[in-house]
């Protein structure tokens, strides 16, 4: 399986010289910010069900997300912990260069996020399992932006995939900003296994 990674902000999660965040780097100051290390420490764990958690920048979101990916790196001969990592900016900035030319591409690296191996003779066989969505909701919400969420929002949930969800947005602003069928999505893929969480703490960036 061939993916052009670094151009389109989506890597595959193996080997974990990639993903140098790790969980022991994650020092809580708050009480929400240890929970959702516990829960995405437990999630990389065993990658059932989803989880979405949100809140202000520079909590840490993106370094427990890829410290998650690093943990699942080193699983990744069992097929259950295998899949990608995406940086939704980026991929947004790649997806929307590739309008105008005939789409191929596009639709590749669409197939991945929703777990489809686009490689496979036949187009409806099973890819890799596990998203880690790093970013989700950011982005100018265009009609291209909300079709790709919505579609693969979609695929995810209906065949209950794993899919771990940084936001700045609580689902109530996904939805005044997508629509209700997203928001009702992710809290139906949410409910099946884990739990959307607000993480607060001070913007680390910032000191
Ligand atoms: N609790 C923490 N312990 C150690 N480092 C932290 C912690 N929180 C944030 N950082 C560091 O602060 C920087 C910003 O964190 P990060 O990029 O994960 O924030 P974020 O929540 O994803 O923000 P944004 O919403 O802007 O994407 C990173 O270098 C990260 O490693
Ligand atoms: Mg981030």
């Not at 669409?110 to 409806?124: C, E, V």
């Not at 989700?136 to 695929?155: I, L, S």
Request: hydrophobic share 35%; aromatic share 12%; with cysteine.
């Amino acid at each position: 399986m061939s993916i052009i990674s670094r151009l389109c902000g989506i890597q595959w999660i193996t080997g974990e010289h990639k993903f140098q965040e790790t969980f022991e780097g994650y020092h809580p100051k708050t009480e929400s910010q240890a929970q959702a290390l516990e829960a995405v420490r437990g999630w990389a764990d065993h990658p059932e069900g989803s989880l979405y958690f949100w809140g202000p920048a520079g909590v840490g979101k993106t370094q427990l997300a890829r410290a998650a990916c690093r943990q699942l790196s080193h699983d990744a001969k069992s097929w259950n912990s295998k899949g990608f990592y995406v940086d939704w900016i980026e991929f947004l900035a790649w997806a929307r260069r590739r309008v105008g030319d005939e789409g191929y591409e596009l639709e590749r690296q669409l197939s991945y996020l929703k777990g489809f191996d686009p490689d496979a003779w036949d187009p409806w066989e099973e890819g890799p399992k596990v998203l880690v969505w790093d970013d989700f909701g950011q982005g100018r919400v265009t009609d291209f932006a909300v079709d790709m969420v919505t579609e693969v929002v979609h695929a995810r949930y209906d065949r209950g995939l794993p899919t771990l969800f940084t936001s700045n947005c609580d689902v109530e602003r996904i939805a005044q900003l997508y629509d209700d069928r997203i928001a009702s999505r992710l809290v139906g893929m949410t409910g099946r296994g884990t739990q959307i969480l607000k993480v607060e703490g001070p913007d680390a960036r910032t000191g």
